[in-house]
């Protein structure tokens, strides 16, 4: 009897222990889970463990501040297997990969297609580092960027000669002065601008994103600044030296490119404002063909504006020296397309004309289907991507939603929820996850400040956002002091750059396989979130790293946000670039498997002292 109660005993024992020890694998693996997923106090004391160390602890480490020269050599060293890049030879030091000078000679000149964007092939590219010229130092900071650039960082004065009476840039000792003058306006940009305020409501939010074609040195769009207006500004890179590069010295967004033979790329409807001053762009020819590319990313209701010839050519052809006869016939092809388009004309005073584009779509449509419009038949008017510049008229929306959409003015716009998001035109983001990324990048951002204290104070002024996503990130960082080029990836799981414009930022579409549109050394900061793994098996990671390391000033900063496993293989690269780096955990702990590397750029320059000490 005993051994049986003995061995009872012993089997309820048994299936206690079993029940106690699955209870504590299931409670365990409950609170891992729990921590895992960035909540909780568990993670928040992983948090102030992480703070207390060193190894990943970025702020005594990394100064974000400018010295004009010079760095103190890596920060992480534990990877003796590192490839060095070297310094490339210093003819290379405006180099720009896909708008090299040479070698657009080589493709036709008919509608400016060598101007257009022409990459070189894989056993071209360039496995070195873009020197900065000897001398380069730290820009000024905004507002004073705005008129005032130092020689050093673009040596190039023909167009202190070229541009001379009209004010474009002064040569003053070891600066250039921008006296705020264009071709159409030598008197000053401001005049301009309260001529165009007269008839346009650019004062009150309603404008509040434009489009600059053949931008010259971005003076227009560097005054529209303050009245909260932002402009992207474009022009080729040819014999006006430098233009666009000056225009992002002065701190004004801008990018190389050209109306010629492909697609712009910019979304459907996303600028309030376009405009040329002289651009010399022929826009009659090919039966109105760049008015109605203008058409396809001007939104509906906005302006498109025009200065120079052929406006009233029966005042000023002489002045002009061209003949009567081809300016008139230019004007009525402008006038012709115009109508075509919708386009009302609301004011014509010396050489400036203004159109509004109608904002009534179906009474739009009708007259534009009893003229015999030939409408454009692709699908998505985003898909622009080297995608060739067609003759056919953009309709006015989707054919998910024949409503045209309005936008708020600005700043209300900017965390009001898009058209395109609230009519349902972006597959897999709704109003709700809107405002949840919204919320997520605040928090982000909040960490950055808290690692990088001087990121809102005017140190950063071009900043670049490589995969933007909502351009949430933009959004946490609106500031008067700095603006933020969103980049969406051609590659993007989703197309969303047009909620981007229509929260009234900038942006513009890119393949980061390829250089940007734009010269060395532009942005003073570069963000990158999840762009290594979405490209990881697309094109080398060290082309994109070497790309980022061109267009990134001296002393500028990077911070790359992605998952672990990712950006251990980045960091094997950075390690040989002349970055000081450190990789920091995710603010909500080290068991989150997303990172984040914060970088800074060494200063150097071709052939010159690299050194702290060299000041």
Request: proline fraction near 6%; charged fraction near 25%; aromatic fraction near 10%.
């Amino acid at each position: 009897m005993a051994n049986k109660l003995t061995a009872g005993d012993s089997r309820t024992r048994s299936s206690v222990s079993i029940f106690i020890v699955a209870g504590l694998c299931c409670f365990f693996y409950l609170l891992g889970a729990w921590q895992r997923s960035g909540f909780g106090k568990g993670d928040s004391i992983a948090v102030e463990m992480t703070k207390s160390n060193a190894a990943c602890n970025v702020i005594p480490n990394l100064n974000f501040e400018t010295h004009h020269g010079g760095g103190a050599g890596m920060i992480d060293d534990s990877n003796s297997n590192v490839k060095a890049f070297e310094p490339c030879d210093a003819k290379y030091t405006d180099y720009t990969p896909c708008q090299d000078q040479a070698r657009a000679m080589k493709f036709p000149r008919e509608n400016m297609n060598y101007r257009e964007r022409h990459c070189v092939p894989e056993e071209e590219k360039l496995h070195c580092l873009i020197p900065a010229p000897n001398g380069y130092v730290t820009p000024f900071r905004w507002p004073k960027s705005r008129d005032y650039v130092p020689y050093a960082n673009a040596p190039y004065k023909s167009l202190t000669v070229e541009k001379a009476i009209q004010n474009w840039i002064q040569y003053e000792g070891n600066v250039f002065r921008f006296p705020g003058g264009g071709t159409q306006f030598p008197q000053g940009a401001d005049k301009y601008i309260d001529q165009l305020a007269s008839v346009i409501p650019i004062d009150n939010g309603t404008v509040r994103t434009a489009l600059d074609t053949g931008c010259g040195v971005a003076s227009w769009g560097a005054y529209l600044w303050k009245r909260k207006v932002i402009a992207m500004s474009f022009a080729p890179r040819d014999s006006h030296e430098a233009q666009v590069q000056f225009a992002l010295e002065r701190g004004v967004p801008a990018v190389i490119g050209v109306l010629g033979t492909i697609k712009m790329p910019y979304p459907a409807r996303a600028f309030d404002m376009a405009h040329c001053s002289r651009c010399l762009i022929p826009w009659g020819s090919n039966d109105g063909m760049y008015m109605k590319e203008v058409d396809r990313v001007l939104r509906p209701g906005g302006f498109w504006v025009l200065s120079g010839p052929p406006i009233n050519w029966k005042t000023n052809f002489k002045a002009w020296q061209r003949p009567r006869e081809e300016l008139e016939e230019e004007q009525r092809k402008i006038e012709e397309t115009a109508k075509l388009l919708c386009w009302k004309k609301i004011s014509e005073k010396a050489e400036t004309a203004i159109w509004q584009k109608r904002l009534d779509s179906d009474t739009c449509r009708a007259e534009q289907e009893n003229s015999g419009v030939e409408f454009c038949k692709a699908s998505d008017p985003d898909d622009v991507w080297y995608k060739k510049m067609e003759g056919c008229v953009t309709p006015y929306s989707s054919e998910k939603s024949e409503e045209v959409p309005n936008v708020k003015p600005f700043p209300e716009r900017l965390y009001a929820v898009p058209p395109r998001i609230e009519n349902g035109l972006i597959p897999g983001v709704s109003a709700e996850s809107y405002r949840e990324d919204n919320k997520q990048w605040k928090k982000h951002v909040s960490y950055y400040k808290r690692i990088n204290s001087i990121l809102d104070s005017g140190r950063y002024r071009n900043i670049m956002d490589m995969n933007a996503g909502l351009g949430s990130f933009a959004a946490a960082l609106e500031s008067p002091k700095l603006w933020v080029m969103n980049v969406v990836p051609t590659i993007a799981e989703k197309s969303t750059l047009g909620a981007v414009y229509e929260r009234g930022m900038i942006g513009i579409y890119h393949d980061w396989c390829e250089g940007f549109s734009t010269y060395p050394r532009t942005y003073d900061l570069i963000h990158a979130n999840g762009l290594f793994s979405l490209y990881k098996d697309k094109c080398n990671l060290e082309d994109i790293l070497l790309e980022m390391d061109r267009i990134l000033r001296p002393e500028g900063t990077v911070i790359i946000r992605d998952e672990v496993d990712v950006l251990n293989k980045v960091q094997k690269i950075v390690a040989g670039l002349r970055w000081n780096f450190k990789l920091s955990d995710h603010e909500d702990g080290p068991l989150v498997p997303e990172k984040v590397l914060f970088a800074v750029k060494q200063y150097w320059v071709t052939g010159g002292n690299n050194s702290t000490d060299s000041e």
